[in-house]
């Protein structure tokens, strides 16, 4: 049923303009009648911040920004979705246009500006699907006309605990003016400080509800230092590593589309951001768990994310050119590679090339 809808849609989506795409795609998913997902090979699960993931493959947030189809994506086949960016107040984002496929470039450039319905209505719908089961993290981030940006953070901690499977405090979006700043040290340990202790005072009563820290891949590395050093220090359960880059590599052919302002994302993403993975890894020394994004397009590319450090792995941008049977294509490969190396679990091999990655040449920017 997915080859089929991936038939039908991708060409039909591929004309029109890519945020009106992108919002009838999420209008498909919500007519797509309910199914019963595939089970997944045991051997994809992965237990990371004290959850149980069936299978290590995540939607990155940005697709379902307003929870409206996060059961219907988990019925697809990932093992987790991520809701978001969420803000405390609804806002309506950057001007369009806002979105720009570069196609043979397989990326996308997106200035988008947390775009989202605000805090209230996220939170009903996700107050509605609360006895649904499955992984539903929710990122948060502040609207870009606050006076206290910390302040957004812990209000939205405060507000979601009892909802989302899991946080995700993004700092690194490229799209909202001086976001970015708060993910250097003083700025970072103050906010962390300030979400961690919202989290442990809603402990009680929402349950323990882990909190990831989401970077950039353009930060230099005596940036990611003091960053690793903070979230070791700060205690949060995890990284994901890591957003859209403000980088233009000087492979790509989509040169008109490339000066588009905003986050570049997709392939041409995938050497730095594998880079960043690895060299977070080796400075997080199995403090926590780490989500690998940024240009994942095949088994391969997820496998070489997981071999960087990434103990569980997130896409997005390669589902608006390779579809829906993408997730099934990464999982088969996955236990393929699991099978034909003899190995239980992927476990066994996250960070096994990290050493080695962070020895070689800087990939080009």
Sequence with gaps: MIRAFDAFS??????????DAHRMAVQGLRLLPPMRPRPDD????????????????????????????????????????????VTPRPQ??????RLFRLERDQAVINRMGFNNDGAEAVLRRLAARANQGGIVGVNVGANKDSEDRTADYVRLIET?????????VNVSSPNTPGLRNLQEAAALDDLLARVIDARERVRKSAGDTPVLLKIAPDLSLAELDDVVHVARSRRVDGMIVANTTLARPDSLRETSRAKEQGGLSGRPLFRLSTRMVAETYVRAEGAFPLIGVGGIDSGGAALTKI????????????????GLGLIDDIKRDLSSTLLRTGRDSLSEIVGADAATLTAEDWPVR
Excluded: C, H
Excluded at 55 to 65: R, S
Excluded at 310 to 319: D, E, M, R
């Design 160 to 168: 979601f605990a009892p909802v989302a499977s899991y946080f995700t």
């Design 10 to 19: 991708l060409p039909l989506l591929r004309w029109l303009d890519p945020e």
């Design 307 to 322: 071999r960087a450090g990434a103990s569980l792995i997130q896409l997005y941008s390669a589902l608006v050119y390779k």
């Design 92 to 97: 309506p984002g950057n001007p369009r246009p």
């Design 42 to 85: 045991s051997k994809l699960a992965v237990r990371a911040f004290g959850l149980n993931f069936p299978n290590p493959v995540g939607l990155a947030a940005g697709f379902d920004k307003n929870a409206e189809v996060p059961d219907a994506l988990l019925r697809l086949g990932f093992g987790f979705v991520e809701i978001g960016s």
